[in-house]
């Protein structure tokens, strides 16, 4: 996670709900144990500590209830920035063919067909997190989505699932796009 | 190895054939002594282990024993991926006239002509293995080979020898795709 | 930075002004806290020092003084060089829709408008320290400029914030060379 | 220096000439100061070994006698290895205007104009090293050459300075291959 972008939560608690976020404008590469909030399921600070939030929060909340995810990741690379800009007229990127899907929880061959959503980047975070519910509703097998010119969302059971699906996202996301440049060169 | 992806074997004994094989499911980068498997010529468990070894042991244990091969590694990377995919109607890709090759064993000059066959990727081991083993009895002098959209299998008389040959081949592939780009450019 | 390449600064006193400068040749990955000079607004070493200042270290001191920085940074990456080359004819780089431009000081949303200017390469660093002048007051919310076919200067309150500007800019410049290549391959 | 390829060398001692020279087959990164080795002018092992010199030693032998170089590195990159491959058919590459350029022992502008020569493959090293003579004569400022889809030679008064040397062509060949390909795309 480059700088200060990017974040991750994990739920500790279902009922009521409490999620473990990283704080707003950390370098997530430095971390600590006692920077981690906690938060209920309306984005506010539970535990006894001064930091914000990360604006991101409603997202994570969002997906964590929705698709009852233990653990969500949101990170910002320059495959995953340029591949929601150019596909971003389709709707989402599929992703199918590939052995490394198998990674994917559920997935069991390389002939699954992934869509992965891009969704309109927004600073309006209540607006965006319901876009996200309904594209959510709509793609209820996805296994994460992209924001316009922003980033990736993915989620797992755990953080060591959510981990392996962004992995695997970034893996397939850079492979599809070098794929782009040399089909044009093979023509 | 990306995230649970890719895996190894090397001989430990040939009559009967025993295998040290990486556990499925297992991430390469933090594999333990404790979590090899040693398995049989048909791919069972035979040592005192509860974990399950890798759906593609029946690649190794053919290429094993068909090649006389000491180790053989596996591995996923997104040039291989790529290429795997761009070639695959080659039915394979033609690496010469590079100074690199003199790495593969035997090889004494860059005027040597490799030919790295793809195949066509499965999720059906049995009838995956016999195609391989068809494969590298049409082209023997092969020190490697392709499944399409998957991966690399490699492999050498030990562990070291594989390791290089993995290296040589994923260094000549990342030049022939860069070269495929930057030709066009040059035209 | 490279080898040699790439310099530092920070201001240590406002009036009269010493800047921290990192001296003339030395691996910036080796700096050690003796080799660091002081100098003054006329890049004279003011500490019992013998060695030089770096040749660029009246464009830090404009900078410095013109925009009230208290941190100047210069890097040498492919993706600058290759970029302020390719742009030069425009004047400039238009950064714009990208979430990760929040992470500049003051830009509070991804439909910020960031002008990137390219300033021709020169030798002669008064000259150049003028032309620098000028560009910066015609781009007073700028957070960084190019030097042709040379390197990025980026700047902030103190180094940490200095070097969050350099990565960020370096990520958009990275994403914005890849996706102008694969722009090509979707029309 | 991936793998075992690559190779390095030191001047020990000019009359009668002693290298320092890594041995053949060793993988670079894991060389000790026992696998050194030290050679003569016939490239003749002196010292109480029993490795074998690289085949490439006379190359070496060559570049250190004839401009009187203190130390010669040889490197293979992905980058050098491709451009030496596509600009082969003119004989070598025009490197101008950058002001990394300045790193290269004796150049003082960015205006400097490097012209790196690309020569023929060949195991036959003693043509091999007569071809580099002449080349060496015709381009008496070079600071290195390209061996034809092969790799990087070049050298400096002492280590430092030739890898000095081999990180500035590096990066400069990465810009120049990336150029190359998006130049194509701005058109």
């Known amino acids: 996670m480059l700088g200060t972008s990017g974040n991750l939560s994990a739920v500790i608690q279902r009922e009521p709900l409490r999620l473990a976020m990283s704080p707003s404008g950390v370098d997530k590469g430095e971390l600590t144990a006692e920077q981690v909030l906690t938060i209920d399921e309306d984005a506010r600070v539970v535990n006894d500590h001064v930091a914000k939030p990360s604006d991101e929060s409603l997202l994570h909340i969002r997906i964590a ?101 962004v992995e695997i996202l970034e893996f397939l996301l850079e492979t599809l796009g070098r794929t782009l440049l040399a089909q044009n060169s093979r023509r």
Chains 1, 2, 3, 4 share one sequence.
């Open 65 to 165: 209830k929705q698709l009852k995810a233990g653990a969500v990741l949101h990170t910002h690379s320059v495959w995953n920035t340029m591949l929601s800009d150019l596909y971003a007229g389709d709707g989402g990127i599929n992703i199918e063919g590939y052995e490394m899907l198998k990674g994917l929880q559920g997935v069991k061959t390389h002939e699954h067909r992934e869509w992965l959503p891009i969704v309109d980047n927004s600073q309006d975070m209540p607006a965006l997190a319901n876009t996200i519910t309904t594209v959510l509703n709509k793609h209820q097998d996805a296994h994460g989505f992209l924001l316009k010119r922003h980033g990736l969302y993915s989620w797992g059971d755990n953080l060591a699932q959510a981990k392996r699906h």
